[in-house]
Nanobody, 119 residues
């Protein structure tokens, strides 16, 4: 089993920044790629970003390119999502996910952390 715990969400003003963290514990082998997803009220969950196991490959949704940065510290089993120039439409519950690779569906999910951007 693999457990993922997100932290760092909260209330921020439009144009502000927030950094989310996702720390993994348990059996992490075979599911080393990490992704961030988000779900706003009344909307489907969407993928925001993904990072490969070694951190060399990253991907972003068009809606966050240039504003969000995903990174990881494998020594700490932690993945980060730096969110800058936040907009009210970024308001959502953000979930961390573990998967075999960024082209595979997530296998494990965190509990989510709320990010609210006020206008």
């Amino acid at each position: 089993q693999l457990q993922l715990v997100e932290s760092g969400g909260g209330l921020v003003q439009s144009g502000g920044s927030v950094r989310l963290s996702c720390t993994a514990s348990g059996r992490t082998s075979n599911y080393e790629a990490r992704g961030w997803f988000r779900q706003a009220p009344g909307k489907e969950r969407e993928e925001v970003s993904c990072i490969s196991s070694n951190g060399r490959n990253t991907a972003y949704a068009d809606s966050v390119k240039g504003r969000f940065t995903i990174s990881r510290d494998n020594a700490k089993n932690t993945v980060y999502l730096q969110m800058d120039s936040l907009k009210p439409e970024d308001t959502a519950v953000y979930y961390c996910a573990a998967r075999f690779s960024c082209s595979w569906s997530p296998r494990y999910w965190g509990q989510g952390t709320q990010v609210t951007v006020s206008s």
